[in-house]
């Protein structure tokens, strides 16, 4: 993504495979900005994501379910947003496989940890 350059987060999708599709928007030191295409992927019932930073997730399109470990289900919808603190393990157990489900992940330091 270009400096002073208009994106439409919207536009652009890539067609319907049989991977998700991760783009990295913006990339700093201890700061990652990624929009995420799903198509009716899940993540494999026998892995957990568990990342060593903290993670912000918004759902901009379509519709998802997410588990988090010790929690029941969260259903997701346009505009809704979850923080996965750093280590707390979570995978994604539905995406509407009708439409695309556009997510936006900011990938940040836990609060203490060193960038």
């Not at 901009?60 to 588990?67: E, F, I, P, S, V």
């Not at 010790?70 to 750093?86: H, I, K, R, Y």
């Amino acid at each position: 993504m270009k400096s002073g350059n208009v994106v439409n987060l919207l536009q652009g999708l890539a067609p319907a495979g049989s991977e998700e599709v991760f783009e990295s928007l913006v990339q700093r030191p201890g700061f990652r900005l990624e929009r995420i295409l799903s198509w009716g992927q899940v993540t494999p019932e026998d892995e957990w994501y568990d990342q060593a930073e903290d993670e912000w997730v918004l759902l901009l399109t379509g519709a998802a379910r997410l588990l988090v470990e010790g929690q029941e289900a969260l259903a997701l919808v346009p505009g809704d947003t979850v923080l996965l603190p750093a280590h707390c393990r979570h995978r994604v157990i539905w995406t509407d496989p009708a439409q695309v489900t556009v997510w936006l992940a900011l990938h940040f330091p836990s609060e203490g940890s060193p960038e």
